[in-house]
């Protein structure tokens, strides 16, 4: 593995928990394909949401919209290996879902991320608190 997915999992593992290591280690990936003159990458058009202001008071942070994606695709590995081996046809069943849901061109942008997700080991109850502890109640009713 390379410094920038390590500087990138380090980083993302101190600010976001299990979700932002494996969010860490994607862009490290990313910093990796564009210093390598890769630049066909999955970032789409750049454009961030900034993060709400609270008014100095203890609330819950609100979900923006690549939280549940991600959620889901972590979610996702962790079914699709917890029988020890990743079946074709698993990977395509939660392709198909993502493109009915988000799209075709976003699933496939997903999916570039799933790659990723797939060749790490997290803790499921570590994940399942963070989402918990990071989504809304409608999010993870969704």
């Given at each position: 593995m390379s410094v920038s997915k390590w500087i990138g999992g380090a980083l993302g593992w101190s600010?976001?928990?299990?979700?932002?290591?494996?969010?860490?280690?994607?862009?490290?990936?990313?910093?990796d394909a564009m210093s390598n003159g890769n630049t066909d990458t999955f970032l789409g058009e750049g454009k961030q949401q900034k993060r709400p202001t609270y008014n100095g008071r203890?609330?819950?942070?609100q979900t923006q919209s690549g939280d549940f994606e991600v959620s889901l695709l972590i979610l996702a590995s962790i079914v699709i290996k917890a029988d020890g081996k990743q079946d074709q046809r698993e990977l395509d069943y939660v392709r198909q879902q993502f493109a009915t849901m988000y799209g075709k061109e976003r699933a496939n942008h997903a999916f570039q991320l799933f790659k990723n997700i797939s060749k790490q080991s997290v803790s499921t109850r570590q994940v399942c608190l963070q989402i918990k502890q990071m989504m809304?109640?409608?999010s993870r009713l969704q």
């Open positions: 600010f976001g928990g299990p979700i932002g290591a494996i969010i860490g280690v994607a862009l490290g990936s990313i910093v203890a609330e819950r942070p809304d109640h409608p």
